[in-house]
């Protein structure tokens, strides 16, 4: 529920917003808009094995006199065995 009333918010203030994630390779394995359920840890319906990804996530305010927000990050995806 609460990530529900989380995209709801964001769709209010933003008026897009991306995410793409890359291997640590640099391989593009996910590209997720606003409205997506998001990434689910698979590529090409494989599931991606435990490893450090990265991240770009673009937003673009529904106010036109707010900057566009350009994040960066890594983040390590854990798989129990």
Sequence with gaps: MCIKWFKVIVRRL?????????????????????????????????LLPSDDYWFNITLIPADTT???INKKGNFSLLRKQ
Excluded: C, H
């Design 66 to 68: 707010k900057p566009t």
């Design 14 to 46: 933003y008026y897009y917003l991306f995410l793409i994630i890359f291997s640590r390779y640099g391989k593009l394995v996910a590209q997720e808009p606003i409205d997506s359920q998001g990434w689910n840890g698979m590529y090409q319906g494989k």
